[in-house]
């Protein structure tokens, strides 16, 4: 079993930043590869980014790539998602998620364990 906890959301601005991390407890929580997902009111979650088990391989929507990073510090069973250039649209609760397995799926169904969520709210 695998718990993962996010923090960091808030409120910012457009053009702001902000790093959300998410704290993963459980013996073997490491060795998971993990992704991020967003998911707004109304619409499908929606895949955000993932990063393997080791933190050199990393993968991002199209959406978010060039503004949002994702790093990991398994020291401390944690990852980060920095998010820069914020904007409107990037309002929405995120969420980090965990799966055994080294390929990159972009798919929720393919994560195994989820956070509960922190809110990112970005304003015009």
């Known amino acids: 079993q695998v718990q993962l906890v996010e923090s960091g959301g808030g409120l910012v601005q457009a053009g702001g930043s902000l790093r959300l991390s998410c704290a993963a407890s459980?013996?073997?929580?490491?060795?998971?590869?993990m992704g991020w997902f967003r998911q707004a009111p109304g619409k499908e979650r929606e895949f955000v980014g993932w990063?393997?088990?080791?933190?050199?391989?990393?993968n991002y929507a199209d959406s978010v790539k060039g503004r949002f990073t994702i790093s990991r510090d398994n020291a401390k069973n944690t990852v980060y998602l920095q998010m820069n250039s914020l904007k409107p649209e990037d309002t929405a609760v995120y969420y980090c998620?965990?799966?055994?397995?080294?390929?990159?799926?972009?798919?929720?169904?393919?994560?195994?364990?989820w956070g509960q969520g922190t809110q990112v709210t970005v304003s015009s």
């Open positions: 990063i393997n088990w080791i933190g050199v391989s990393t």
């Open positions: 459980g013996r073997t929580a490491s060795s998971y590869a």
């Open positions: 998620a965990a799966r055994s397995g080294g390929a990159i799926v972009v798919s929720s169904t393919g994560y195994d364990y």
